[in-house]
């Protein structure tokens, strides 16, 4: 069984694990605080290791596959990791604290990026230019060499689907490095591909400290590509150690996302999915619908029956498979904590969840919370809380709207409820963000969806066919043949 809980897992580096010369971190369960495991914690030279491994691994047979091959290989993973989907959500239930039912959607996801982008590898066209008289010219896409993967620790399954795989696709070897708080689905993954068929040193995954075995991997002077999902403030340290040696970044950062509802909005089917936008993964959610901007017309009755719905939402075990599960680590509990302090200061608690008796008192647990008359600029309403943590705010037309909407540093995604198709237009336009659901809202959902950040989100794009292209080289050849 390639998915059970290994009590000491040491870096997978060029299809073996291997001892690291940095020591070993202990790995927590979120749900009451004991130590179930511990893991490798990568220093440079480890790193250099792994992507020396990877570097190898683009000479072998890897790099002498068709691209139809690769996307059969991808394909036979996803096969694999299907599979094996229950004990990769176990695991990944104990290691972040998800809901159970949330992990196993993260597995499902995982399995579904491994099919789409191995029935897309063989789809990546160049084109033909017309030029001058006796030329020919024409593009293609390459893959890039040795990609960095730096992924934080909410979705460790859907952002190696989104991210290590697109890569592979495209034909790149990759170097993963796992938040230090959950690395353990990464591990399972790196073993289920390899047993399925993956040469060794395609995929090598190195856990570690960020600012150690992170850093060493952005500033690594052979790596081609860095693609990092975390906090804003991570990523332009990322972004600067990748300048050094002049290679793109992948930057995935946080958000804000505003939810608006107009008077017109169908709210029998908003308000199911304003509650989910902001709670699923316990708010942890880069894309969570966290600012929920509703029209005065029916500000009251959505404040009202968003808070009964908030009072249901109970926090408990993952495997009791409530709507939340603990938040991450204690350090993040503290840190929402405060936010909701700042909140009940000087804003209104609309509504509190619960905590069942079955949590644990050592578990990271945090009730949703609800909060209304919060100015647009307080900080509640500005930073991101990662947390079940959501604020209503009154807007009077769509430029009002469009004014708090647009109103923080960052752009990653937006929700609009009207039953007016033109409004809707005219919203998906001038809204600030990478991504914008109408009359929906899918945190994270949608493998075939483009998704990224403007502003402070980041830049550039993953997920569908976007993705491909951000871990490609293009490259044109131009012949003059007369
Ligand atoms: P983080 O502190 O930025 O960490 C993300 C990753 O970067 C982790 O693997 C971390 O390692 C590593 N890291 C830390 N310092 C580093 C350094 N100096 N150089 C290189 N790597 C370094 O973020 P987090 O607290 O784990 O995750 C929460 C944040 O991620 C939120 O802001 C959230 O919005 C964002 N996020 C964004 C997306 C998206 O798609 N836009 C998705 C998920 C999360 P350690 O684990 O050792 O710290
Ligand atoms: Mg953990």
């Known amino acids: 069984m390639a998915a059970t809980l290994e009590k000491k897992s040491g870096l997978f580096i060029a299809g073996r694990v291997s001892e690291s010369a940095g020591g070993s971190m202990d790995v927590l369960d979120p749900a009451d605080g004991s130590v179930i495991a511990a893991v490798a914690a990568a220093d440079a030279e480890d790193v250099d290791r792994a992507v020396r491994a990877a570097r190898h691994a683009l000479a072998g047979p ?13 394909s036979k993973i996803g096969a694999a990791v299907a599979k094996q989907a229950e004990p990769l959500a176990q695991l990944e239930a104990s290691d972040v604290g998800k809901p159970i039912g949330q992990a196993r959607g993260d597995a499902r996801a995982l399995g579904r990026y491994l099919e789409f982008y191995g029935g897309a590898c ?3 066209h160049g084109e033909s230019i017309p030029y001058l008289p006796g030329y020919t010219v024409f ?3 390459e893959p890039l060499g040795v990609t960095g993967h730096i992924i934080p620790w909410n979705y460790p399954m859907q952002i190696i689907g989104r991210s290590v795989v697109a890569a592979l696709a495209m034909g790149n070897a990759v170097v993963l490095k796992p938040a230090e708080q959950a690395s353990l689905t990464s591990y399972a993954f790196a073993r289920i591909a390899h047993e399925a068929g993956l040469p060794a040193g395609v995929l090598n995954v190195v856990s570690g400290y960020g600012s150690i075995a992170g850093q060493a991997l952005a500033a690594h002077p052979d790596v081609n590509h860095v693609s990092f999902t975390g906090s804003s403030a991570v990523g332009a340290a990322v ?9 793109p970044v992948t930057l995935e950062l946080g958000g804000k996302s505003p939810h608006i509802v107009f008077d017109d909005a169908d709210l029998e089917a908003a308000l199911p999915l304003l509650v989910a936008a902001a709670t699923q993964n316990a708010g942890q959610t880069c894309s969570a619908g966290s600012r929920i901007l509703v029209q005065r017309g029916v500000f009251e009755q959505i404040v009202t029956r968003l808070a009964s719905r908030f009072k249901a939402l109970r926090a408990g075990p993952p495997l009791m498979d409530l709507e939340l599960g603990p938040l991450i680590s204690q350090k993040q509990r503290l840190r929402v904590l405060e936010y909701i302090r700042l909140g009940r200061a000087d804003c209104r608690l609309a509504a509190e969840g619960s905590i069942v008796p079955e949590a644990s008192s050592n578990g990271s647990y945090v009730p949703a919370s609800l909060f209304v008359d919060v ?3 307080h900080r509640i309403a500005q930073e991101e809380i990662f947390g079940p943590v959501a604020v209503v705010i009154p807007f009077d037309d769509e430029e009002h709207a469009l004014d708090i909407a647009n109103g923080t540093p960052f752009g990653l995604v937006a929700g609009v409820w009207s039953a007016d198709h033109a409004r809707l237009m005219r919203m998906s336009r001038r809204l600030r963000a990478g991504q914008v659901f109408l009359n929906d809202y899918g945190a994270a959902g949608g493998v075939e969806l483009p998704f990224g950040g403007v502003g402070r989100s980041g ?7 976007e993705a491909l292209r951000s871990f490609a080289a293009l490259k044109t050849v131009i012949s003059r043949h007369g």
């Open 375 to 377: 100015p647009p600029r």
């Open 459 to 465: 830049f550039g794009r993953e997920k569908g066919m």
């Open 62 to 74: 890897w790099g002498q596959l068709s691209p139809a091959d690769r996307g059969r290989l991808l």
């Open 139 to 141: 593009t293609q896409y």
């Open 122 to 124: 063989d789809k990546m």
């Open 239 to 247: 972004q600067a150690a990748a300048a050094s040696h002049a290679v």
